[in-house]
């Protein structure tokens, strides 16, 4: 139940092309759903969260598409670009009285000139 | 830049070296976090303070010793460690203990001889 799964391990995409990754999760207590964005050798950093009581959320070329009902929510990277080539991660909190982050296995993005 | 700052950002020790890893935010955050990341993989969650005070310790060997001396700086000193503790050790504070975002800092890469 404490388990975030996420697909697909690795993505290749074509410059100006669209990235999607996706992550389910199971603990209808996780209120928090948060993208994480890591380059090598640098930290995970925050790129764009959601909380249940929104469907999607759009920041820049970043958007986060959220389904209660399927326990399932999803990055979208719109014109994809070789800058945008990193691990990404989701997460989920909000269980019980802590505020541990769930975070998924992570997702390899490649995007090609 | 992160504003969760870490030092240093490499360190090779032996086995019988004692060594500091030293973690410092300036954001007022009153929650602080240590995570473990090993290559190609999600952060793994070690030690949380809240306050200041130790609140959730995930059965990390005693060899790892969390220190917070004041709100603004984690410590985590190492004594003895083994090859299999080699990894990226990551530093991340929040506004409260169950309060989200968690901010990343950049990490300290550890290497064990």
């Known amino acids: 139940q404490q388990q975030v799964k996420q697909s697909p391990q690795s993505l290749i995409v074509q410059k100006g092309g669209i990235s999607i990754i996706n992550c389910a999760y199971e603990?209808?207590?996780?209120?928090?759903f948060p993208w994480y964005q890591q380059f090598p050798g640098k930290g995970p950093a925050l790129l764009i969260a959601?909380?249940?009581?929104?469907s999607e959320k759009k920041e820049g070329r970043f958007t986060i598409s959220f389904n209660k009902s399927a326990k399932q929510f999803s990055l979208h990277i719109m014109d994809s670009q070789p800058g945008d080539s990193a691990t990404y991660f989701c997460a989920a909190s909000g269980d019980g009285a802590t505020n541990k982050l769930i975070f998924g296995t992570g997702t390899l993005l490649a995007v090609q000139p | 830049d992160t504003e969760v700052t870490q030092t240093p950002k490499h360190l090779v020790m032996g086995m019988t070296n004692k060594k500091s890893l030293k973690c410092e935010q300036h954001m007022g955050h009153r929650a602080m976090y240590w995570y473990k990341q090993k290559a190609k993989k999600p952060p793994e969650l070690m030690f949380v303070?809240?306050?200041?005070?130790?609140?959730i310790n995930e059965s990390v060997p005693s060899r790892f010793s969390p220190e917070c001396p004041n709100s603004s700086l984690l410590n985590l000193h190492l004594h003895a460690l083994q090859p299999e503790d080699s990894a990226l050790y990551l530093c991340a504070s929040s506004q409260g203990f169950r309060v989200q975002p968690q901010h990343f800092g950049d990490g300290t890469r550890l290497s064990i001889l």
């Open positions: 603990n209808t207590a996780f209120d928090y």
């Open positions: 959601i909380r249940p009581d929104v």
């Open positions: 303070y809240s306050y200041e005070k130790l609140s």
